[in-house]
């Protein structure tokens, strides 16, 4: 089992030697604590002793989940004792935990404090799981600080939110004729605030989900959701923007594919590949496609629009994003839109990759979990 793990080492007189060992990672900035199998703690930093206030002699020989740390995850659910506890899950599947998580422990004097964990399993000389490390750190402040801007956030979108419904409302009244008629080049102009005031309402909602996946640990419904509906719906409501353009759409989805998840977050999520898909594609086509790949679902949408360079590729899933080319700025946007779709992908287990070439066109490729029969069974099909 150690085979592979001696090519990260340089140095390896250094980690026999196992005082050295031991002292460096005592000092290190970061908690680092390590259990046995039952989870009784054997090992407890320095820095583990800063960030909770319990002491290496009041805990070492404990089990973690004996009410020392006492996780809860962002939402309040508690982990310890469960199979939701990261480093549980690692030791039982033998593998490092995929990323870290962001949890809440309980301090000695029962404060919390916001931690982000990392976990390992850790092996006995014939390879076996002899238990495990958990290194954690305290992002409290930060955690607080993206709690503040979303807090910030979500005020000053409603505030402008409201006043905006209430001018297109006013708008709209005056477009039904309700308070005289209007002439032909009035309606324009009324029409033309209408779409922009849609526009600035879009952009406010992006806003406040952003802020909102940000500042939570936002836990999604998980149904299945039978991905032909789902896509369906999409492409008629895209399908007049598309038509608009005379871009042809191109639809293979088949039936009984369902993946388990929000329908309305992945929902959400499609709409907006599909909305740039047609965005920025001044002619040819747009086509969605999906079927099954290693267990998981794979859904395509691909266009053969302006493309995109690979060093945008780099960065496009990043906040606020926005390539550098005439089309994108002639369209107008605010490069929150992929960073939206990334978030509720990758919270509902899923991967999203983008291949590009310039000026034929790009394919975003999403994979996501499939539910099972049983849940498929449970839901009534849908
Ligand atoms: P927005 O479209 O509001 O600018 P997005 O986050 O949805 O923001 O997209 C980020 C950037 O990625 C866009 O500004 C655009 O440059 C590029 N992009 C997204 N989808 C496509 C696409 N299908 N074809 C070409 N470029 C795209």
Aim: charged residues 25%; glycine residues 10%; hydrophobic residues 40%.
């Amino acid at each position: 089992m150690s085979g592979g793990r001696e090519l990260y080492i340089l140095e390896d007189s250094f980690l026999s030697n196992a005082e050295n060992f031991k002292h460096t990672l005592l000092s290190v900035n970061d908690g680092v604590y390590m259990t046995d199998r039952e989870r009784k703690i054997i090992f407890w930093n320095s820095a583990c002793e800063r960030i909770t206030g319990y002491s290496a002699v009041e805990v070492l020989g404990r089990r973690c989940s004996d009410n020392i740390l006492n996780h809860i995850d962002i939402n309040g659910k508690p982990l310890c004792d469960s199979s939701l506890c990261p480093l549980f899950q690692s030791m039982q599947k033998g593998v490092p935990g995929e990323k870290p998580a962001v949890v809440r422990a309980r301090r000695r004097d029962g404060s919390r404090v916001v931690v982000e964990v990392s976990v390992a399993p850790l092996f006995g000389e014939n390879g076996e799981v002899i238990g495990g490390v958990e290194v954690f750190r305290d992002v409290t402040e930060k955690h607080e600080l993206a709690e503040m801007k979303s807090r910030f956030l979500s005020a000053v979108t409603h505030e402008l939110k409201n006043p905006l419904t209430i001018m297109q409302g006013f708008i709209e009244l005056v477009l039904s004729g309700d308070t005289g008629e209007i002439n032909q080049l009035q309606r324009e102009f009324l029409t033309s605030a209408m779409e922009e005031g849609d526009r600035l309402k879009k952009i406010l909602g992006d806003l406040l989900d952003m802020a909102h996946f940000e500042a939570t640990e936002m836990s999604f419904s998980s149904r299945p959701v039978d991905l032909s509906l789902l896509l369906g719906q999409a492409a008629v409501v895209l399908g007049p923007e598309a038509a608009k353009k005379n871009i042809e759409m191109g639809f293979n989805v088949p039936e009984n594919i369902f993946v388990l998840g929000d329908r309305d977050r992945l929902y959400q999520a499609f709409v907006n590949l599909l909305s740039n898909a047609i965005k920025y594609t001044e002619k040819g086509f747009v086509s969605i496609f999906a079927g099954l790949l290693d267990k998981k679902a794979l859904i395509s949408v691909r266009d053969s629009g302006i493309g995109i360079s690979a060093d945008d590729r780099e960065r496009i899933f990043d906040q606020f994003y926005r390539a550098g080319n005439d089309v994108t700025r002639k369209v107008g946007g605010t490069g929150i839109g992929l960073h939206i779709v990334k978030t509720i992908i990758e919270r509902h287990g899923g991967d999203i990759t983008v291949d590009s070439l310039l000026g034929k066109g790009s394919v975003f490729t999403v994979t996501l979990p499939l539910a099972s029969p049983d849940q498929i069974f449970d839901s009534g099909g849908q």
